[in-house]
């Protein structure tokens, strides 16, 4: 009987390669020819699975005990909780300010949201603010929860936010072509402030 933190393991590769073959252009190119006009709700069936699957990793990462990895100082915990504050913000301004386009919910009103290349706000930064508040959030939780199920959890995380920004950037240059390839050279894609803009 496997272990359950190979179970968790293998839990999350199988979260990252579903999402990534769900968002996968060649995929949705493949269900827009067989649902027609349905496929308008393609994105709110793929946002309610991300969010159960999602939550069922979760639920059994936390259905077992997990070893400390060690004990964090306080000098280590303190700022680690304004992380965690600074990074849930970050995801709660993108979240509410791209909450209609990105959940889908535009289709059950019957209307399509303008397509537009945002590069105003957090954008300016850099050009991913959601993940970037994401990995800042998760990270600084293990710092202060140092335990095993959650190395797990914020490696896969992160392996599935670069992966998943690839794929994203290669989109987003098929969309906006040379308005991006600009934006590309003038903002960093993950990491706000750093030397070389284009990652």
């Given at each position: 009987m496997?272990?359950?933190?190979i179970?968790?393991?293998?839990f999350?590769?199988?979260?990252?390669?579903?999402?990534?073959?769900?968002?996968?252009?060649?995929?949705?190119n493949?269900?827009?020819?067989?649902?027609?006009?349905?496929?308008?709700?393609?994105?709110?069936?793929?946002?309610?699975?991300?969010?159960?699957?999602?939550?069922?990793?979760?639920?059994?990462?936390?259905?077992f005990?997990?070893?400390?990895?060690?004990?964090?100082?306080?000098?280590?915990?303190?700022?680690?909780?304004?992380?965690?504050?600074?990074?849930?913000?970050?995801?709660?301004i993108?979240?509410?300010?791209?909450?209609?386009?990105?959940?889908?919910?535009?289709?059950?009103r019957?209307?399509?949201?303008?397509?537009?290349?945002?590069i105003?706000?957090?954008?300016?930064?850099?050009?991913?603010?959601l993940?970037?508040?994401t990995?800042?959030?998760?990270?600084?939780?293990?710092?202060?929860?140092?335990?095993?199920?959650?190395?797990?959890?914020?490696?896969?995380?992160?392996?599935?936010?670069?992966?998943?920004?690839?794929?994203?950037?290669?989109?987003?240059?098929?969309?906006?072509?040379?308005?991006?390839?600009?934006?590309?050279?003038?903002?960093?894609?993950?990491?706000?402030?750093?030397?070389?803009a284009r990652?």
């Amino acid at each position: 009987m496997l272990h359950p933190h190979i179970w968790l393991i293998i839990f999350w590769i199988l979260f990252g390669v579903s999402h990534s073959l769900l968002a996968s252009i060649w995929f949705k190119n493949q269900i827009r020819m067989l649902a027609g006009r349905s496929f308008k709700y393609y994105r709110i069936i793929y946002n309610l699975f991300s969010f159960l699957s999602l939550g069922l990793i979760l639920y059994f990462q936390y259905s077992f005990s997990s070893p400390a990895l060690w004990v964090s100082p306080y000098w280590i915990t303190l700022p680690a909780f304004l992380f965690v504050a600074l990074g849930g913000l970050i995801m709660l301004i993108c979240i509410t300010r791209y909450f209609l386009p990105m959940s889908g919910l535009s289709a059950l009103r019957n209307k399509n949201e303008d397509s537009f290349l945002v590069i105003d706000g957090m954008h300016r930064f850099v050009r991913h603010p959601l993940y970037f508040g994401t990995l800042m959030l998760v990270w600084a939780l293990f710092l202060i929860y140092p335990f095993l199920n959650n190395l797990i959890c914020c490696t896969a995380i992160t392996l599935y936010t670069f992966l998943g920004t690839v794929m994203e950037e290669k989109k987003l240059l098929i969309q906006f072509g040379n308005e991006y390839r600009k934006y590309q050279r003038e903002v960093p894609m993950l990491v706000p402030f750093t030397k070389f803009a284009r990652q």
